[in-house]
């Protein structure tokens, strides 16, 4: 049992950050675990957070997979939308979101201007993935939202697969000191709660922000959505979180899609 990790929990609920919480030694992945918990959830259980110490089956976008290992923080928060004023028209850019709250919240914790998102739901610190997000809808008609976090924190990449070894970091491994699961999960849910606020009241001075943390503008990049590859030059956000692609036929928009990086840092 992790005495801090759970110390952390009863805060986070004391202090309404999350209305429940389910601790797990392992699961397959926790948006998986999440979206079948949804239904039985009623509005008064939410934020609800499911977290657990290890995933035998974490996924990514698309059919990317998520790797993990001992010291990583693996969780997913439950939440209605509507509980934030974010109506539907909003949901697109809840993955950037989210991902703009956790770069801002692995700076505070002393990444600084390293940490960097890479749109739409990737944390890098110096070229290197930090965390990955994965944000699911709920079947059927409920508004609620799976927001799937994974973020490596201690753990070490000895037994990783070599292309995980190649592009990922752990937060201690970027000079940040000493991190723990605690923490961070602390952190992370603080910028998040500032941020739903914000993507309602201010989402301009949001925009603006995730534009100053922007991974790719200057980057040459292919964006695959939906069968479709578009290769160009990124050129940065858009007001609507969209990233603005300058190809070989003009002025693009991605709203969604699987990014490959195709120059050199």
Same mark, same amino acid.
Request: glycine content about 10%.
């Given at each position: 049992?992790?005495?801090?990790?759970?110390?952390?929990?009863?805060?986070?609920?004391?202090?309404?950050?999350?209305?429940?919480?389910?601790?797990?030694?392992?699961?397959?992945?926790?948006?998986?675990?999440?979206?079948?918990?949804?239904?039985?959830?009623?509005?008064?259980?939410?934020?609800?957070?499911?977290?657990? &110490? #290890?995933?035998?089956?974490? =996924?990514? !976008?698309? @059919?990317?997979?998520?790797?993990?290992?001992? +010291? *990583?923080?693996?969780?997913?928060?439950?939440?209605?939308?509507?509980?934030?004023?974010?109506?539907?028209?909003?949901?697109?850019?809840?993955?950037?979101?989210?991902?703009?709250?956790?770069?801002?919240?692995?700076?505070?914790?002393?990444?600084?201007?390293?940490?960097?998102?890479?749109?739409?739901?990737?944390?890098?610190?110096?070229?290197?993935?930090?965390?990955?997000?994965?944000?699911?809808?709920?079947?059927?008609?409920?508004?609620?939202?799976?927001?799937?976090?994974?973020?490596?924190?201690?753990?070490?990449?000895? &037994? #990783?697969?070599?292309?995980? =070894?190649? !592009?990922? @970091?752990?937060?201690?491994?970027?000079?940040? +000191? *000493?991190?723990?699961?605690?923490?961070?999960?602390?952190?992370?849910?603080?910028?998040?709660?500032?941020?739903?606020?914000?993507?309602?009241?201010?989402?301009?001075?949001?925009?603006?922000?995730?534009?100053?943390?922007?991974?790719?503008?200057?980057?040459?990049?292919?964006?695959?959505?939906?069968?479709?590859?578009?290769?160009?030059?990124?050129?940065?956000?858009?007001?609507?979180?969209?990233?603005?692609?300058?190809?070989?036929?003009?002025?693009?928009?991605?709203?969604?899609?699987?990014?490959?990086?195709?120059?050199?840092?």
């Amino acid at each position: 049992m992790d005495v801090e990790l759970e110390s952390a929990l009863d805060a986070l609920t004391a202090a309404g950050r999350i209305a429940g919480w389910e601790h797990h030694r392992a699961l397959a992945s926790t948006n998986d675990h999440a979206l079948e918990r949804i239904p039985a959830l009623a509005a008064e259980d939410l934020p609800h957070l499911v977290i657990s &110490d #290890a995933q035998t089956a974490g =996924r990514g !976008r698309g @059919a990317n997979r998520w790797w993990s290992a001992p +010291g *990583a923080l693996l969780f997913t928060l439950i939440v209605d939308p509507e509980a934030w004023r974010i109506d539907q028209r909003l949901w697109p850019r809840l993955s950037v979101a989210v991902g703009g709250a956790v770069v801002e919240a692995v700076a505070a914790l002393g990444a600084g201007s390293a940490a960097q998102l890479k749109w739409p739901n990737d944390v890098y610190i110096g070229g290197r993935k930090v965390c990955g997000i994965l944000v699911e809808g709920g079947a059927g008609t409920t508004a609620r939202v799976a927001i799937g976090v994974g973020v490596n924190v201690t753990n070490s990449f000895e &037994d #990783a697969p070599e292309e995980v =070894r190649a !592009r990922a @970091a752990s937060l201690s491994d970027c000079g940040m +000191g *000493a991190v723990d699961r605690a923490g961070t999960l602390v952190a992370i849910l603080d910028h998040l709660a500032r941020d739903l606020e914000l993507l309602t009241d201010e989402p301009a001075g949001l925009v603006d922000r995730w534009r100053g943390r922007c991974f790719l503008t200057g980057r040459m990049i292919s964006v695959e959505s939906a069968g479709q590859i578009r290769i160009g030059a990124c050129l940065g956000l858009e007001d609507d979180a969209s990233l603005l692609l300058q190809t070989d036929v003009g002025l693009e928009r991605c709203y969604a899609g699987v990014v490959t990086v195709l120059d050199a840092a």
